[in-house]
C-alpha cells in the first residue's frame, strides 16, 4: 500500500517546555522540572521557616500491638540513605529525611502511641466489623486531640487481614479515618502491610517523607512563574458526587478548591447543594449545579482567595472539571465572578477513545517515517477546533530523565486529555500549560506528573470522601489532612 505522506490534512500541533517548578521564593536559581532533583539539590520551598516552627517532625502512631516494630522500622527506613532500585533513570538517591527537610524525623512522646488489639473483634464497640474500625478510630483520634500539641503527624496501620472490614456498601475506613482527622484538624498517613513489604527503599522513603512533611505544614515545591500567565491568577477545580443511596439521593456534593498561580493556597470547600436532583440517571452521567448553588460555592471559594490576598480579586480565573458546564453552571459563575475581568471554564476530559503514535524520520530511503520506541511526548498539544484542543499529560518526559527518553509508568499508549473551553477567551495552548503544570503540584507521590491537573484530582478525593462519610461538615479544609 503506498501513502502520500504529503497529502496528510493532520492539525498543527506544538510541544509546550516542561514547566518548572519552583523550591524557593526568594532565590530565582532554585528552579528545576524534576520534582525529586529539585528537592535534593535545593531543599524544599519552606525549608528555611518549617524549622522555625517544627524543629523536629514529631510522629505519633496508631495500630495493633503486632505491627509496632515494623511501623518503627519504617520510620527508621526514612531517616537513612537510599540508592534507587527501580525507575533509576528518574528516581534519584534519597538522602535522609532530615538532609532532605532540615528538620529530624523522632518519634512523639509515649502519650501519642496508641495500641489496638490485633483482632478485630476485640477492638470494642459496634455490631459489626466495619463499625468496630470506625469506633476504634474515632477513640483514637479522640485521644490524641487531648495531646496535640505533642505531635505533628499521626501513622496509622491498618494491616492487612483487616481488609474485610476496610471497605463495605457505606464505609470506606480510609475515608472515614481522614474525615475524623479533618475533624479535629489532625492530618493522618495510613499504611498498610504492603508498605513493609516493598523493597525499593528509595521510592517508598521519597513517597512517605514528602506525604509528611506536607502534612506537618510544609512546601515541598511550587510552580515557577508560567509563560503568559498573570500572577494574579487563580485555579478552581469542581468535582461532583451523589452522596448516599443513588436510588434516594436529593442532592449534589460539590467539592471546589482554591489554587494560587503558583499552586499554593490548596483549601477546600466543601458545598452541599441545596436544589435536588430531578434526575438520578443524568445526574450520574453529568453531575452538575443550579445556577443558585453554582454562585454560592464559587462565592464562597472566592472568599477563601480573598483572605490569602489581601481582600483583592484575581484578574483571572481558571475553573476546571471533568464534565461539560451546563447553561445554568456557566450563569451562576458569572453572576459569582462578575467582578474577575477574564474567567476561563474548561472541561478536563479524560475518557477519549483517541490514541497518538509519535512518528520520526526512517533511515529507510523508502519511507518518509516510522514510530517512535516512545510515546509522543508530554507537553503536546493538537487543536481541534477554536474551543477544544488535545493534551498529551502522560507521555515520553526526556528532560526528566538521566538517560534520555522516559516514559512514566512504560505501560501502553497514553491517551490525551480533551481540553474543552465553555467560557473565556484567548490561546487553547496557554489553558494547555497551565493544565499540564497542574500536573505537577500533586503532592502525595513522587512521580514528576499526575495523569490529570491537581485541580482535579484533589476535587476528586475530597469528593469521594464526603459521599462516602455524610457527616463531614460542609466547611473549609486544608488539603493536607484528606491526603
Known amino acids: 500500500m503506498t501513502i502520500d505522506y504529503d497529502a496528510a490534512n493532520l492539525p498543527p500541533f506544538s510541544v509546550l517546555d516542561e514547566p518548572l517548578l519552583a523550591f524557593s521564593a526568594d532565590d530565582l536559581q532554585k528552579r528545576d522540572i524534576h520534582p525529586l532533583?529539585?528537592?535534593?539539590?535545593?531543599?524544599?520551598?519552606?525549608?528555611?521557616?518549617?524549622k522555625s516552627y517544627t524543629p523536629q517532625l514529631r510522629v505519633a502512631t496508631v495500630g495493633p500491638t503486632s505491627g509496632r516494630i515494623q511501623v518503627g522500622n519504617l520510620i527508621k527506613t526514612l531517616r537513612e540513605r537510599h540508592q534507587p532500585g527501580d525507575r533509576a533513570e528518574y528516581v534519584p538517591e534519597f538522602p535522609g529525611f532530615e538532609s532532605l527537610f532540615g528538620a529530624p524525623l523522632i518519634a512523639a512522646p509515649a502519650a501519642t502511641h496508641i495500641k489496638w488489639p490485633?483482632?478485630?473483634?476485640?477492638?470494642?464497640?459496634?455490631?459489626?466489623?466495619?463499625?468496630?474500625?470506625?469506633?476504634?478510630?474515632?477513640?483514637?483520634?479522640?485521644?490524641?486531640?487531648?495531646?496535640?500539641?505533642?505531635?505533628?503527624?499521626?501513622?496509622?496501620?491498618?494491616?492487612?487481614?483487616?481488609?474485610?472490614?476496610?471497605?463495605?456498601?457505606?464505609f470506606d475506613a480510609h475515608d472515614a479515618l481522614k474525615a475524623l482527622g479533618a475533624h479535629h484538624s489532625i492530618p493522618t498517613q495510613v499504611v498498610n502491610d504492603r508498605a513493609f513489604l516493598f523493597r525499593y527503599k528509595a521510592s517508598i522513603s521519597w513517597r512517605l517523607s514528602i506525604a509528611l512533611y506536607v502534612k506537618a505544614g510544609g512546601v515541598p515545591w511550587k510552580l515557577a512563574p508560567l509563560p503568559g500567565v498573570p500572577d494574579s491568577t487563580a485555579y478552581i477545580g469542581l468535582a461532583y458526587a451523589?452522596?448516599?443511596?443513588?436510588?434516594?439521593?436529593?442532592?449534589?456534593?460539590?467539592?471546589?478548591?482554591?489554587?494560587?498561580?503558583?499552586?499554593?493556597?490548596?483549601?477546600?470547600?466543601?458545598?452541599?447543594?441545596?436544589?435536588?436532583?430531578?434526575?438520578?440517571?443524568?445526574?450520574?452521567?453529568?453531575?452538575?449545579?443550579?445556577?443558585?448553588?453554582?454562585?454560592a460555592v464559587l462565592a464562597r471559594s472566592l472568599q477563601l482567595y480573598q483572605a490569602r490576598n489581601g481582600g483583592s480579586l484575581p484578574h483571572r480565573l481558571v475553573l476546571h472539571k471533568t464534565t461539560a458546564f451546563r447553561e445554568d453552571e456557566l450563569n451562576g459563575a458569572?453572576?459569582?465572578?462578575?467582578?474577575?475581568?477574564?474567567?476561563?471554564?474548561?472541561?478536563?476530559?479524560?475518557?477519549?477513545?483517541?490514541?497518538?503514535?509519535?512518528?520520526?524520520?526512517?533511515?529507510?530511503?523508502?519511507r518518509?517515517?516510522?514510530?517512535?520506541r516512545f510515546p509522543v511526548p508530554r507537553g503536546t498539544v493538537v487543536q481541534r477546533s477554536g474551543s477544544s484542543a488535545f493534551l498529551w499529560a502522560a507521555g515520553n518526559a526526556p528532560s526528566a530523565s538521566t538517560t534520555g527518553d522516559y516514559y512514566q509508568g512504560k505501560k501502553s499508549i497514553p491517551r490525551p486529555l480533551v481540553l474543552t473551553r465553555f467560557a473565556g477567551s484567548g490561546s487553547l495552548e496557554l489553558a494547555a500549560l497551565e493544565a499540564l503544570a497542574l500536573t505537577k503540584m500533586d503532592w502525595n507521590n513522587d512521580a514528576l506528573y499526575d495523569p490529570v491537573p491537581v485541580t482535579i484530582r484533589y476535587s476528586q478525593r475530597l469528593a469521594r470522601t464526603i459521599a462516602n462519610v455524610p457527616t463531614l461538615p460542609g466547611n473549609t479544609y486544608p488539603y493536607r489532612l484528606f491526603m
Not at 122 to 137: C, I, N, Q, T, Y
Not at 246 to 264: I, K, L, N, R, Y
Not at 368 to 372: A, G, I, T, V
Open 37 to 50: 532533583r529539585g528537592l535534593r539539590r535545593f531543599g524544599a520551598y519552606t525549608q528555611a521557616s518549617f
Open 242 to 295: 451523589l452522596r448516599g443511596n443513588p436510588q434516594e439521593a436529593h442532592f449534589v456534593t460539590c467539592c471546589s478548591q482554591v489554587f494560587d498561580a503558583d499552586g499554593g493556597g490548596m483549601q477546600f470547600v466543601a458545598f452541599e447543594a441545596r436544589d435536588p436532583v430531578r434526575n438520578i440517571e443524568d445526574a450520574r452521567r453529568n453531575p452538575f449545579l443550579s445556577r443558585q448553588d453554582m454562585r
Open 368 to 372: 518518509r517515517s516510522e514510530p517512535d
Open 118 to 170: 490485633d483482632s478485630i473483634g476485640d477492638l470494642g464497640r459496634g455490631d459489626s466489623p466495619e463499625a468496630k474500625v470506625f469506633s476504634a478510630m474515632s477513640d483514637a483520634l479522640d485521644r490524641l486531640s487531648l495531646v496535640r500539641d505533642q505531635f505533628d503527624v499521626v501513622v496509622v496501620h491498618l494491616p492487612d487481614s483487616w481488609a474485610p472490614a476496610m471497605r463495605g456498601r457505606t
Open 334 to 366: 458569572l453572576d459569582a465572578l462578575a467582578g474577575i475581568p477574564e474567567i476561563d471554564c474548561i472541561e478536563v476530559g479524560t475518557g477519549t477513545a483517541w490514541r497518538g503514535v509519535w512518528q520520526k524520520r526512517s533511515p529507510d530511503v523508502d
